[in-house]
């Protein structure tokens, strides 16, 4: 399964996205609010129902101690969702502040979520919030980079709008850099639309030349409710954001794959034998029955 990191230029409904497909995920499923900025789940979504004592910034001190205290403490930190225990969150910061205490976390937090994602099974989903940038790079205080370099997927959330778009459009080119340079490539960059506005998915991969991976609907009753908890909207359960964003899960998993397929097929080092059979094979063209 997939790590899929979250991100924008602006508040643009990342946590809201990120809760949505962690919800909608027809697999086990984990939500990292990890936005330097602070959570916001905590005090919204579940109403205070946790308190600071559970959360992201207490594996700081963990990762100090070594990776056994750091995969212990990240498993005693995590909130289920639901009664089953199958949709999970590791709830974030509590206050803005205490970002700089993970600069040293996040690499190591980063490879416990893979393992989470590959050997556990889960649909993995980071909140890194905001994109911050210091002389062209990521800021290594204000945004959680590390996360960012590992994942599988990383999907800057745009809105159909034009302020939206052209905010991206500052971002979308220093980002595509970094992980070119830094992370897993560049082909790791993909767009979340929000369908608010009148750009369409079209549109919009022509505005930020990076491709529309997913999209979910402007659903303002739903997403209230992953704002501000309480009772869920009449018809929830059919409601068009969590339809769209299971959806959604299986597009990201589906490019995720691609991705993979493809990087196990370029590291493969092919013979001068083979690759000249394959050579003479495409020049000839396939058989015909």
């Known amino acids: 399964m997939p790590v899929t990191a979250l991100v924008s230029a602006k508040s643009c409904g990342v946590t809201t996205s990120a809760l949505a497909l962690t919800l909608a995920s027809k697999r086990p499923s984990l939500l990292a609010e990890c936005d330097p900025a602070g959570g916001t789940l905590r005090a919204g979504f579940l109403q205070g129902e946790i308190n600071a004592g559970l959360g992201l910034y207490h594996l700081a001190a963990a990762e100090r101690t070594g990776p056994e205290a750091l995969a212990n403490a990240f498993a005693s930190h995590l909130w289920s969702l639901d009664e089953a225990g199958h949709r999970k969150l590791l709830p974030g910061l509590t206050d803005p502040g205490q970002a700089g205490a993970l600069v040293r976390t996040w690499t190591a937090l980063g490879e416990v979520l893979h393992v989470m994602a590959e ?5 993995v989903f980071v909140d890194a919030g905001r994109i911050a940038l210091e002389s062209g790079r990521l800021h290594t205080t204000l945004t959680p980079a590390p996360l960012l370099y590992q994942a599988d997927l990383v999907l800057l959330v745009v809105r159909g709008t034009e302020q939206s778009l052209t905010l991206a459009r500052h971002i979308i080119e220093p980002l595509r850099t970094e992980l070119t340079e830094r992370g897993s490539g ?3 960059l993909g767009l979340l639309l929000i369908e608010e506005g009148e750009a369409r998915a079209h549109q919009v991969t022509d505005a930020l ?19 501000n908890g309480g009772r869920p909207p009449r018809g929830y359960a059919r409601s068009a954001l969590l339809r769209h964003a299971r959806t959604a899960t299986e597009q990201m998993e589906a490019a995720a794959s691609r991705r993979r397929i493809q990087q196990q097929y370029l590291g493969r080092k092919s013979s001068v034998q083979i690759t000249g059979m394959l050579q003479r094979l495409a020049e000839r063209g396939g058989r015909r029955g």
Do not use: N, R, W
Request: net charge negative.
């Open 119 to 123: 050997e556990a099974g889960h649909d």
């Open 186 to 188: 560049m082909d790791a």
């Open 209 to 227: 030349k990076t491709p529309v991976l997913a999209a979910l609907p402007f659903d303002p009753s739903t997403a209230g409710f992953y704002i």
